[in-house]
């Protein structure tokens, strides 16, 4: 784990200080921040705002979008909102998790890739979808998916995308 | 003026006054509204969903205990649909519950059991599915077992609310949501202060104190051992719920019972108590009048409390009075001077504190000065809870027991040491003997109704020839920090301190409504413990403990005079600040 | 910028609504962006940049005809204002030289028309 | 010069090549009628139109003619083109079927430039109320409005404003709930994304009518771009003193802070939503207390629906009446409806509520994408049920969809056809809501899981048919005993399904057997003899070997074997595999 820099964590917490319920902003700030939640930062927080570290793992545990282990390198989501469901997303999801080897949330061996589902993304238009580090393909078929993933699996092609 | 709404209940007119519940307002009408996750003592979690009652005119079911009666309501209690959803619910708890009840701690007094026995379940209509937890036994006075906790949530709600530890929390949702403290880590590296509030509210064996009667009965039976006994005041209050008595003193057919038990001597932790007092009021005396350290002087005589303030308020250590609680005073004693004064060996000798506490059952190996004697001064501690099994154990007709003395020399206590068990207990002992450290007199008036009572934060003056002394009191853990944020807000303005003395009790009513004290504990029962103990005071003929002849005897004997060098090496102790967190 | 009162806010909307530039809106919600929204956006504007095409180019959100995105919605030369749907980067250049120099609706794109 | 535009576009689906055919004739009969210079004419991609055959519109002056012949051509030129009389038999005289409120801007305007919302009647709502219009007005023009909570109960929003103005403690909060969990739903994300500043708007009419001084934007972190439009509209609102002290030069002074959700679909259920903005655990409290006597930090709150609060100054700015003139007698107004799934044109619906369903499906949406029936219409997404096909008749209106079993919810509309099955889709949805249980509750916790088992058994064939009372038992202590609306809702999917398509389960659990061919434990493959070439393609691809024979013999599936990947299918050349 990379070193925690706590005047840095202190700066992000300073911009919620004194505001009424900031502890999801704070934890969004610092997953923004690190990628996920690193427990000295949790006790960090803790320790700035007088939250109890009980709380902030109720909350962080609690909400999905917040990860207490470091993240792959990129992150692929699934999304299984009904639209996705419906269109064919489980199969989707089949197909990455044969190609990579993994089981949806969980990470590659290499740390390259996190397989993970979401419920709807808001793209039911484009059913089904699948977004990978933030950007979204979608009207993805199963035969596509090798040629999505190989554009990660180079380094230098990710500049690209 | 409360408003008074009315309302009907299965056809019955009832008036409450506005805001009252359902399930309160049920009892009008001699309804006994089923519910698990209600604890008389705690506001309403509404997480089970067992107490619904139908609405005539709407097409919902609502929640009994955190529903308020409103005017015109036609409230049913139950009807054929009610009590198979009810039942429904039951039936989905115990699905995700280990149906092991015979191997249970829990097993003849959990809630989730009767109400099983009450809705007739007797077989398995859904596949049990357990989830995968591993068991808490690290704190050796707590064993958290969460594959039984049912998450009604009383125990998370006592752990942050009412006692402000936050060491228990929920993690995850759904099926996945558990009680653990914070990420996954053992109690006994959080802030767990053991006081056990959370095990005695659970509902379920999830949350049990640590199981030492099997320790105690080996020791029994061991030849090797001389085996002592002492118990605490608050015990003597409580034991009797075992058998349905309330508010009853049952102390000297206890110490018949605990000789039936095999234990060769019956000593009395309220004589500790009165050696507290002879130190720790001394030592208020000397901090007053001499001022050697700083006032205010806060008593420590409760685990619990130590152990939060060692994590949570470590400026506050020099206010601590350095005196050890009264049962390790009666155990670093019994393994020296009594010890002596019998010839007995006291490596041979097996000390067991019977308390109303789980705290205790981590106190005995706090630190290296609770192995003053040169042993471990306290070998086991069982709570109220084990003694009660005990008893059922080894078949004993208790409340027939012919009534008996303790053994003298560590037993004949004044009224102010069993006073201890209540909130203001101490506070009470202590002025008691403080007047007559200070002044020479005696008080005429022994009895400081001020200081009594189950209000949260209790501030009173109280003149001592001529000078006021400004006392607080406290109890439940959350109810400390208005006291503490005062004391501090002076030290950091510099003006006048604004008390002399303050005691803490962590748990609510002081240890008559400690964490290893009988099931189900409200205020009522509380109040009604401390009168028990009250009245052994007021029975009393002697009720300072500086005029109990056996604590006479016992300085002149052996310790010395308060506070002196003997005193100081056996009975007190030092405080280090705590981390919150080992990980 | 100063501070609004009910004044400025009749002036602003009788000085937008009395011009009436032409425009390429481009829907840019997600799910826009999602089908290749931006790419469209970008094409457009290099080229009215490079071949100093007058139009105004700016965003929208979305029209709610997600099945048909990348929208881009066209008012040009006194015509009728159109929709064209799942507009590519070629598309969009087609649009440019048809519509928007020449007057042509381009064939086979246009998803709505008012 | 250019005078008309002809748009042609075949809306039959009869074939590709019918559009470009009828395009060419069209355009030899302009060029005969040497009208080249003067008529343009163009080929849609799509006119809106479905299932009225050729579609010819003729723009400027709006004209759409259906069910045109190529025998049609000449006399469409000769009167209506040069002539400009209208071919009765030949038009569409149909009124639109959608109306625009909450979607007003959506796509219209550039949601980045606040002088384009002010340009479109932006802020002309707002100016009315703070400088003419007292907040008992506000309420009263909103109680004309007939307006009901768009995020699925469809509560009266005058009623909450009026309970909260009428609690007497300060300070108040106004919330826009902006959690748009429901999965195929995206309707409030595209307002967010498209019209930031009609939300804001709405929020400050309804902060001025409660007496608020505070709202918070209450949105998913899933939709990064609609934080940062409304982020910066606020900025913006500020920059101007639209947020602020002393707004417009009224008393009245307001600010608007955002709060993101963390990927907790309960969090939708307003207890819920203010525990999660107090910075805890976004677990759901007994009501009463309500919101709007006692909310978030125990203060009076309103929590509002992003639709909802679209159609606010819509209200205020042309009148209750005026939307009240909308819709039917118990819901006014229009509904937008996030139309996806098996539907040719998935997207975005503003529909007047009454509207049958089945003009959502087939006028505006063209049916199924892949031309089978219907099987069933999904709405109010998790929380809803299933309307069949029979039903597809319908009047869409809060109080019609509670009697079908389903609710208007937030306006999801999820489209099967007979590819999907009944029992998974029942699964899928008690999946979503085992997930997204807080857990709280044991009803819901372990009613929904116990559900889910049960559904997982029986398809995979393992179901008993004394499951189906279990599942209802099961269902009705969920919908009594849950504490809220998520776990009382819950079982909707799986009580619509049932009642609706019981012989379905029926033969999952007795003939293990699923008709959509969509469980996969069900499913045999089989080769079918008379079809199969013998070319081996399926014996070299079956990944477990589950297929022998050889070329003379030909192949079989040995079914005790097949993991029912469906390779086989997937490779045969001949259709020579079956499925079912």
Same mark, same amino acid.
């Given at each position: 784990?990379?070193n925690?820099?706590t005047?840095?964590?202190k700066s992000?917490i300073?911009?919620? &200080?004194?505001?009424?319920?900031?502890?999801?902003?704070?934890?969004?700030?610092?997953?923004?921040?690190?990628?996920y939640? #690193?427990?000295p930062?949790?006790?960090?927080?803790s320790?700035?705002?007088?939250i109890?570290?009980a709380?902030?793992?109720e909350?962080i545990?609690?909400?999905?979008?917040f990860?207490?282990?470091p #993240?792959?390198?990129?992150?692929?989501?699934?999304c299984?909102?009904?639209?996705?469901?419906? &269109?064919?997303a489980?199969e989707?999801?089949?197909e990455?998790?044969?190609?990579?080897?993994?089981?949806?949330g969980q990470?590659?061996?290499?740390?390259?890739f996190?397989v993970?589902?979401?419920?709807?993304?808001?793209?039911?238009?484009l059913?089904p979808?699948?977004?990978?580090?933030g950007k979204?393909?979608?009207?993805v078929?199963?035969?596509?998916?090798?040629?999505?993933?190989?554009?990660?699996?180079h380094?230098?092609?990710?500049?690209?995308? | 003026m409360t408003?008074?709404?009315?309302a009907?209940i299965?056809?019955?007119?009832?008036?409450?006054?506005?805001?009252?519940?359902?399930?309160e307002a049920a009892k009008?009408v001699?309804?006994?509204?089923?519910v698990?996750c209600?604890?008389?003592?705690? =506001?309403?979690?509404?997480?089970?969903?067992?107490?619904?009652?139908?609405i005539?005119?709407?097409?919902?079911?609502l929640?009994a205990c955190c529903? =308020?009666?409103?005017?015109g309501?036609?409230?049913i209690?139950?009807d054929p649909?009610i009590?198979?959803?009810?039942r429904?619910?039951?039936?989905?708890?115990?699905?995700?519950?280990?149906?092991?009840?015979?191997?249970?701690?829990r097993n003849?007094?959990?809630?989730?059991?009767?109400?099983t026995a009450?809705?007739?379940? $007797?077989?398995?209509s859904?596949?049990?599915?357990?989830?995968?937890i591993p068991?808490?036994y690290?704190?050796?006075?707590?064993?958290?077992?969460?594959?039984?906790?049912?998450l009604?949530?009383?125990?998370?709600h006592?752990?942050?609310?009412?006692?402000n530890?936050?060491?228990?929390?929920?993690l995850?949702?759904?099926?996945?949501?558990?009680?653990?403290p914070?990420?996954?880590i053992?109690?006994?590296?959080?802030p767990?202060?053991?006081?056990?509030?959370?095990?005695?509210?659970?509902?379920?064996?999830?949350?049990v104190?640590?199981d030492?009667t099997?320790i105690?009965?080996?020791a029994?039976?061991n030849?090797?051992?001389y085996?002592?006994v002492q118990?605490?005041p608050?015990?003597?209050?409580?034991?009797?719920?075992?058998?349905?008595?309330i508010?009853?003193?049952?102390t000297?057919?206890l110490?018949a019972?605990?000789?039936r038990?095999?234990?060769?001597?019956?000593f009395?932790?309220?004589?500790?108590?009165?050696?507290?007092?002879?130190?720790?009021?001394?030592?208020f005396e000397?901090?007053?009048?001499?001022?050697t350290?700083?006032? =205010?002087?806060?008593?420590?005589c409760?685990?619990?409390?130590?152990?939060?303030?060692?994590k949570? $308020?470590t400026?506050?250590?020099?206010?601590?009075s350095s005196?050890?609680?009264p049962?390790?005073?009666?155990?670093?004693l019994?393994?020296?001077?009594?010890?002596?004064?019998?010839?007995i060996?006291?490596s041979?000798?097996?000390?067991?504190?019977?308390?109303p506490?789980t705290?205790k059952?981590?106190?005995?190996?706090?630190?290296?000065?609770?192995?003053?004697?040169?042993?471990q001064?306290?070998?086991?501690?069982?709570c109220?809870?084990?003694?009660?099994?005990m008893?059922?154990?080894?078949g004993i007709?208790?409340?027939?027991? =012919?009534e008996?003395?303790?053994?003298?020399?560590?037993g004949e206590?004044?009224?102010a040491g069993?006073?201890?068990?209540?909130t203001?207990?101490?506070m009470?002992?202590?002025?008691?003997?403080?007047?007559?450290?200070?002044?020479?007199?005696?008080?005429?008036h022994?009895?400081?109704?001020s200081?009594r009572?189950l209000?949260?934060?209790?501030?009173?003056?109280?003149?001592?020839?001529?000078?006021?002394?400004?006392?607080?009191?406290?109890h439940?853990?959350?109810s400390v920090e208005?006291?503490l944020?005062?004391?501090?807000?002076?030290?950091l303005?510099?003006?006048?301190?604004?008390?002399?003395?303050v005691e803490?009790?962590?748990c609510?009513?002081?240890?008559?409504g400690?964490?290893?004290?009988?099931?189900?504990?409200?205020d009522?029962?509380?109040?009604?413990r401390a009168?028990?103990l009250?009245?052994d005071?007021?029975?009393?003929?002697?009720?300072?403990? $500086?005029?109990?002849?056996y604590?006479k005897?016992?300085?002149?004997?052996?310790?010395g005079?308060p506070?002196?060098?003997?005193?100081?090496?056996?009975? $007190?102790?030092?405080?280090?600040?705590q981390?919150?967190?080992?990980? | 910028?100063?501070?609004?009162?009910?004044?400025?806010i009749i002036?602003?909307?009788?000085?937008?609504?009395?011009e009436?530039?032409d425009?390429i809106?481009?829907g840019m919600?997600?799910?826009?962006?999602?089908?290749?929204?931006q790419?469209?956006y970008?094409?457009f504007?290099?080229q009215?940049?490079?071949r100093?095409?007058?139009?105004?180019?700016r965003?929208c959100?979305?029209a709610g005809?997600c099945?048909?995105?990348?929208?881009?919605?066209?008012k040009a030369?006194?015509?009728?204002?159109?929709t064209?749907?799942?507009?590519?980067?070629?598309?969009a250049?087609?649009?440019?030289?048809?519509h928007?120099?020449?007057?042509?609706?381009?064939n086979?794109?246009?998803?709505?028309?008012r | 010069?250019?005078?008309?535009?002809?748009?042609?576009?075949?809306?039959a689906?009869? *074939?590709?090549?019918?559009?470009?055919?009828?395009?060419?004739?069209?355009?030899?009969?302009?060029?005969?009628?040497?009208?080249?210079?003067?008529?343009m004419v163009?080929?849609a991609?799509?006119?809106?139109?479905?299932g009225?055959g050729?579609?010819?519109?003729?723009m400027p002056?709006?004209?759409?003619?259906?069910?045109v012949?190529?025998t049609?051509?000449?006399?469409i030129?000769?009167?209506?083109?040069?002539?400009?009389?209208?071919?009765?038999?030949?038009?569409?005289?149909?009124?639109?079927?959608?109306?625009?409120?909450a979607?007003?801007?959506?796509?219209?305007?550039?949601p980045?430039?606040?002088?384009d919302?002010?340009?479109?009647?932006?802020?002309k709502?707002?100016?009315?109320?703070?400088?003419?219009?007292t907040?008992?007005?506000?309420?009263?023009?909103?109680?004309?409005?007939g307006?009901r909570?768009?995020?699925g109960? *469809?509560?009266p929003?005058?009623?909450?404003?009026k309970?909260?103005?009428a609690s007497?403690?300060?300070p108040?909060y106004?919330i826009?709930?902006?959690?748009e969990?429901?999965?195929?739903?995206?309707?409030?994300?595209?307002?967010?994304?498209?019209?930031?500043?009609?939300?804001?708007?709405?929020?400050?009419?309804a902060?001025?009518?409660?007496?608020?001084?505070?709202?918070?934007?209450?949105?998913?972190?899933e939709?990064p771009?609609?934080?940062?439009?409304?982020?910066?509209?606020?900025?913006?609102?500020?920059?101007?003193?639209?947020l602020?002290?002393?707004i417009?030069?009224?008393?009245?002074s @307001?600010d608007?802070?955002?709060?993101?959700?963390?990927?907790?679909?309960?969090?939708?259920?307003?207890?819920?939503?203010m525990a999660?903005?107090?910075?805890?655990r976004?677990?759901?409290?007994p009501r009463?207390?309500?919101?709007t006597g006692? *909310?978030?930090w125990?203060?009076?709150t309103?929590?509002?629906?992003?639709?909802?609060l679209?159609?606010?100054?819509?209200?205020?700015?042309?009148?209750?009446?005026? @939307?009240a003139?909308i819709?039917t007698?118990s819901s006014?107004?229009?509904?937008?409806?996030?139309?996806?799934?098996?539907?040719k044109?998935s997207g975005l619906?503003?529909?007047?509520?009454?509207?049958?369903?089945?003009?959502i499906?087939y006028?505006?949406?063209?049916?199924?994408?892949?031309?089978?029936?219907?099987k069933?219409?999904?709405?109010g997404?998790?929380?809803?049920?299933?309307?069949?096909?029979k039903?597809?008749?319908?009047?869409v209106?809060?109080?019609n969809?509670?009697?079908?079993g389903?609710?208007?919810?937030?306006?999801?509309?999820i489209?099967?056809d007979?590819?999907?099955c009944?029992?998974?889709?029942?699964?899928?949805y008690?999946? @979503?809501?085992v997930e997204?249980?807080?857990?709280?509750c044991?009803?819901?916790?372990?009613?929904?899981f116990?559900?889910?088992q049960?559904?997982?058994?029986?398809?995979?064939?393992?179901?008993?048919?004394?499951?189906?009372?279990?599942?209802?038992r099961i269902?009705?202590?969920?919908?009594?005993?849950?504490?809220?609306?998520?776990?009382?809702?819950?079982?909707?999917?799986?009580?619509?399904?049932l009642?609706? @398509?019981e012989?379905?389960?029926?033969?999952?659990?007795i003939?293990?057997?699923?008709?959509?061919?969509?469980?996969?434990?069900?499913?045999?493959?089989?080769i079918?003899q008379?079809?199969?070439k013998?070319c081996?393609?399926?014996?070299?691809?079956c990944?477990?070997?589950?297929?022998?024979?050889?070329?003379e013999?030909?192949?079989?599936?040995d079914q005790?074997?097949?993991?029912?990947?469906?390779?086989c299918?997937?490779?045969c050349k001949f259709?020579?595999?079956?499925?079912?």
């Amino acid at each position: 784990m990379e070193n925690i820099n706590t005047e840095e964590i202190k700066s992000l917490i300073q911009k919620w &200080k004194g505001k009424d319920g900031n502890l999801v902003m704070i934890l969004h700030e610092i997953q923004n921040r690190y990628g996920y939640v #690193p427990r000295p930062v949790s006790l960090e927080v803790s320790k700035e705002t007088g939250i109890p570290l009980a709380r902030i793992y109720e909350v962080i545990t609690f909400y999905n979008y917040f990860e207490l282990c470091p #993240p792959a390198k990129h992150t692929i989501s699934v999304c299984m909102g009904t639209a996705c469901y419906l &269109k064919g997303a489980p199969e989707l999801l089949e197909e990455i998790e044969t190609l990579l080897h993994v089981q949806e949330g969980q990470s590659t061996e290499d740390g390259q890739f996190h397989v993970n589902v979401v419920r709807c993304l808001g793209c039911c238009g484009l059913a089904p979808v699948v977004s990978i580090d933030g950007k979204i393909f979608g009207k993805v078929k199963k035969s596509e998916i090798m040629e999505i993933l190989s554009r990660y699996t180079h380094e230098e092609n990710n500049v690209k995308v | 003026m409360t408003k008074v709404v009315q309302a009907q209940i299965n056809g019955i007119l009832i008036r409450v006054p506005e805001g009252t519940t359902i399930l309160e307002a049920a009892k009008q009408v001699q309804i006994k509204i089923p519910v698990l996750c209600k604890h008389p003592d705690l =506001p309403p979690e509404a997480s089970c969903g067992i107490c619904i009652v139908r609405i005539k005119g709407t097409n919902k079911m609502l929640r009994a205990c955190c529903t =308020p009666v409103e005017n015109g309501m036609e409230i049913i209690t139950h009807d054929p649909e009610i009590i198979e959803i009810r039942r429904t619910v039951i039936e989905l708890i115990l699905s995700n519950h280990p149906n092991d009840c015979l191997k249970c701690q829990r097993n003849n007094d959990c809630e989730l059991q009767r109400l099983t026995a009450d809705f007739g379940i $007797h077989s398995e209509s859904f596949p049990t599915f357990l989830r995968d937890i591993p068991k808490d036994y690290s704190t050796n006075a707590i064993d958290l077992d969460p594959v039984k906790c049912i998450l009604c949530g009383r125990c998370v709600h006592v752990c942050q609310n009412q006692q402000n530890v936050w060491a228990l929390s929920f993690l995850e949702r759904g099926m996945q949501t558990r009680i653990s403290p914070a990420g996954d880590i053992q109690l006994a590296d959080s802030p767990c202060v053991r006081c056990g509030q959370c095990a005695a509210h659970c509902p379920t064996g999830a949350i049990v104190e640590k199981d030492d009667t099997g320790i105690v009965w080996n020791a029994l039976q061991n030849k090797e051992k001389y085996c002592v006994v002492q118990m605490a005041p608050a015990v003597r209050a409580s034991i009797g719920e075992t058998f349905g008595q309330i508010g009853v003193n049952y102390t000297k057919k206890l110490y018949a019972l605990l000789r039936r038990l095999g234990f060769k001597a019956v000593f009395d932790t309220s004589f500790g108590a009165d050696i507290t007092i002879m130190e720790e009021a001394s030592e208020f005396e000397e901090r007053l009048l001499k001022q050697t350290r700083p006032l =205010p002087l806060i008593t420590s005589c409760c685990p619990s409390w130590v152990d939060f303030m060692e994590k949570f $308020h470590t400026d506050m250590i020099e206010n601590f009075s350095s005196c050890k609680s009264p049962h390790e005073i009666i155990g670093v004693l019994s393994k020296t001077y009594y010890a002596e004064k019998f010839k007995i060996d006291p490596s041979k000798i097996f000390m067991v504190s019977i308390m109303p506490c789980t705290s205790k059952k981590y106190e005995i190996q706090r630190s290296s000065e609770m192995f003053a004697s040169g042993f471990q001064d306290i070998d086991a501690v069982l709570c109220t809870r084990e003694l009660g099994r005990m008893i059922k154990q080894a078949g004993i007709d208790f409340e027939n027991l =012919p009534e008996e003395q303790a053994d003298s020399i560590l037993g004949e206590y004044s009224g102010a040491g069993v006073i201890f068990g209540s909130t203001g207990g101490v506070m009470e002992a202590a002025l008691r003997t403080a007047h007559y450290l200070i002044t020479g007199r005696e008080l005429e008036h022994v009895e400081f109704e001020s200081v009594r009572g189950l209000e949260r934060v209790k501030e009173t003056e109280v003149e001592i020839d001529g000078m006021k002394i400004r006392v607080a009191i406290a109890h439940g853990l959350s109810s400390v920090e208005y006291v503490l944020e005062k004391i501090r807000q002076a030290k950091l303005n510099n003006t006048e301190i604004p008390y002399h003395l303050v005691e803490v009790m962590a748990c609510p009513g002081g240890c008559v409504g400690g964490g290893g004290q009988p099931y189900m504990v409200t205020d009522e029962l509380r109040v009604k413990r401390a009168k028990a103990l009250y009245s052994d005071d007021k029975d009393k003929e002697i009720r300072f403990s $500086h005029q109990n002849p056996y604590i006479k005897r016992l300085y002149e004997e052996y310790l010395g005079k308060p506070l002196g060098e003997k005193s100081e090496r056996l009975l $007190h102790t030092t405080y280090v600040p705590q981390p919150l967190y080992r990980k | 910028m100063s501070k609004f009162n009910k004044d400025t806010i009749i002036a602003i909307h009788n000085q937008e609504t009395a011009e009436q530039p032409d425009y390429i809106s481009v829907g840019m919600s997600a799910c826009g962006i999602a089908a290749g929204a931006q790419e469209v956006y970008d094409v457009f504007a290099k080229q009215i940049k490079s071949r100093n095409f007058t139009i105004k180019l700016r965003k929208c959100g979305c029209a709610g005809m997600c099945y048909a995105e990348p929208l881009v919605e066209v008012k040009a030369n006194g015509m009728p204002v159109v929709t064209y749907g799942r507009v590519t980067e070629e598309i969009a250049q087609l649009i440019l030289e048809k519509h928007v120099a020449n007057s042509i609706l381009v064939n086979d794109c246009v998803v709505n028309i008012r | 010069m250019v005078k008309r535009i002809v748009l042609i576009k075949d809306t039959a689906a009869t *074939g590709p090549d019918t559009t470009r055919d009828f395009y060419n004739r069209f355009l030899d009969g302009i060029r005969e009628h040497k009208l080249l210079d003067e008529i343009m004419v163009v080929r849609a991609a799509d006119l809106g139109y479905y299932g009225h055959g050729l579609v010819v519109k003729i723009m400027p002056n709006n004209i759409v003619y259906h069910n045109v012949q190529n025998t049609d051509i000449e006399r469409i030129i000769k009167s209506t083109i040069e002539k400009n009389q209208i071919l009765d038999d030949l038009i569409l005289n149909e009124k639109p079927k959608q109306i625009k409120v909450a979607l007003r801007n959506c796509g219209l305007i550039d949601p980045e430039n606040i002088n384009d919302y002010i340009a479109h009647d932006g802020y002309k709502a707002l100016s009315n109320v703070l400088l003419e219009f007292t907040p008992e007005k506000v309420i009263d023009e909103l109680k004309k409005s007939g307006l009901r909570g768009r995020g699925g109960a *469809g509560y009266p929003t005058w009623m909450k404003w009026k309970a909260c103005r009428a609690s007497r403690s300060n300070p108040k909060y106004i919330i826009c709930n902006a959690d748009e969990g429901d999965p195929g739903a995206y309707m409030d994300r595209s307002i967010l994304e498209g019209d930031p500043y009609s939300i804001i708007e709405g929020m400050m009419i309804a902060a001025y009518a409660v007496g608020a001084s505070k709202g918070y934007f209450y949105i998913r972190a899933e939709y990064p771009l609609a934080v940062q439009r409304i982020d910066e509209a606020l900025t913006k609102c500020r920059e101007v003193g639209l947020l602020g002290e002393n707004i417009l030069d009224s008393k009245f002074s @307001f600010d608007i802070d955002i709060r993101l959700g963390a990927g907790a679909f309960v969090c939708g259920e307003e207890t819920a939503l203010m525990a999660s903005i107090e910075g805890k655990r976004g677990t759901p409290h007994p009501r009463p207390p309500y919101p709007t006597g006692s *909310g978030l930090w125990g203060q009076p709150t309103v929590i509002n629906n992003v639709e909802t609060l679209a159609n606010v100054p819509y209200i205020l700015c042309y009148g209750g009446d005026n @939307f009240a003139k909308i819709g039917t007698n118990s819901s006014k107004g229009t509904k937008v409806f996030a139309v996806t799934g098996k539907i040719k044109n998935s997207g975005l619906v503003e529909v007047p509520m009454g509207i049958p369903l089945k003009e959502i499906i087939y006028d505006i949406c063209g049916g199924t994408i892949s031309g089978k029936d219907v099987k069933a219409v999904q709405t109010g997404g998790p929380s809803g049920g299933v309307i069949p096909n029979k039903n597809l008749d319908v009047l869409v209106d809060y109080d019609n969809l509670q009697k079908m079993g389903s609710i208007m919810g937030s306006g999801g509309m999820i489209v099967m056809d007979t590819d999907d099955c009944m029992v998974d889709i029942a699964k899928f949805y008690l999946g @979503f809501c085992v997930e997204e249980s807080c857990g709280k509750c044991a009803p819901c916790r372990i009613g929904g899981f116990q559900i889910l088992q049960i559904l997982n058994r029986i398809t995979e064939g393992k179901g008993k048919i004394e499951d189906l009372a279990t599942l209802k038992r099961i269902a009705v202590s969920m919908q009594k005993a849950s504490l809220c609306g998520l776990g009382q809702n819950a079982p909707n999917p799986v009580v619509s399904t049932l009642n609706y @398509f019981e012989e379905e389960y029926k033969e999952h659990i007795i003939n293990k057997r699923c008709r959509a061919g969509k469980c996969v434990a069900l499913l045999t493959y089989t080769i079918i003899q008379e079809k199969c070439k013998k070319c081996a393609l399926c014996f070299t691809n079956c990944p477990v070997k589950a297929i022998s024979g050889n070329r003379e013999t030909g192949y079989k599936i040995d079914q005790s074997l097949c993991t029912k990947c469906g390779k086989c299918k997937e490779v045969c050349k001949f259709k020579a595999v079956s499925k079912e």
